[in-house]
T-cell receptor, first 114, second 112 residues
Framework: DTGVSQNPRHKITKRGQNVTFRCDPISEHNRLYWYRQTLGQGPEFLTYFQNEAQLEKSRLLSDRFSAERPKGSFSTLEIQRTEQGDSAMYLC????????????FGDGTRLSIL | QKEVEQNSGPLSVPEGAIASLNCTYSDRVSQSFFWYRQYSGKSPELIMSIYSNGDKEDGRFTAQLNKASQYVSLLIRDSQPSDSATYLCAVLSGGSNYKLTFGKGTLLTVNP
């Protein structure tokens, strides 16, 4: 079991650029989640996939954000026209599809906007 | 707005002591509760889950849940310097079985 894998680990970009992050969940996990964490705060829910279907998007996910999970395996999170306020740790988690199963997090992608 | 509240700390205990971390939540229909440990600059790591009222023990860790009081706690016995981290309480929101709501975390420092 290789755990949840995210890349890149760090991304530094200029304001206005587009960025894309990738998440590879634990292989037998059908559910995949994206969270965002800023300094001194707990992670905040962004969106959730059951297999390839995106079942909920938080109001935190503005129209500049888009997430996909095209084949129900890995997922990508894209941020267009990045802003200073997008600087955060972006965390991916996965879990089995049975109710109440704990979510296991990847190492995250730290995004810094210059 | 469903909320999860934790004392931000820092909580400082001597090595070998019991560390007690507390969490309250607002959503009465929540059914699943988790404690995550997060080292500085790292991602959250699951250490305990609890679903029923009462105590659940795993090694040096004991989670306690009281749904009537909407309260969940984590006890760490024989605290070690390696336990120094931020501990995040997370609640699976009532009405969904996928969205975790996190507290801001409690910073624990174990002094040698």
């Amino acid at each position: 079991d290789t755990g949840v894998s995210q890349n890149p680990r760090h991304k530094i970009t200029k304001r206005g650029q587009n960025v894309t992050f990738r998440c590879d969940p634990i292989s037998e996990h059908n559910r995949l989640y994206w969270y965002r964490q800023t300094l001194g705060q707990g992670p905040e829910f962004l969106t959730y996939f059951q297999n390839e279907a995106q079942l909920e998007k938080s109001r935190l996910l503005s129209d500049r954000f888009s997430a996909e999970r095209p084949k129900g395996s890995f997922s990508t999170l894209e941020i267009q026209r990045t802003e200073q306020g997008d600087s955060a740790m972006y965390l991916c988690a996965s879990s089995q599809s049975n109710s109440n199963q704990p979510q296991h997090f990847g190492d995250g992608t730290r995004l810094s906007i210059l | 707005q469903k909320e999860v509240e934790q004392n931000s700390g820092p909580l400082s205990v001597p090595e070998g002591a019991i560390a007690s971390l507390n969490c309250t939540y607002s959503d009465r229909v929540s059914q699943s509760f988790f404690w995550y440990r997060q080292y500085s600059g790292k991602s959250p790591e699951l250490i305990m889950s609890i679903y029923s009222n009462g105590d659940k023990e795993d090694g040096r860790f004991t989670a306690q849940l009281n749904k009537a009081s909407q309260y969940v706690s984590l006890l760490i016995r024989d605290s070690q310097p390696s336990d120094s981290a931020t501990y995040l309480c997370a609640v699976l929101s009532g009405g969904s079985n996928y969205k975790l709501t996190f507290g801001k975390g409690t910073l624990l420092t174990v002094n040698p």
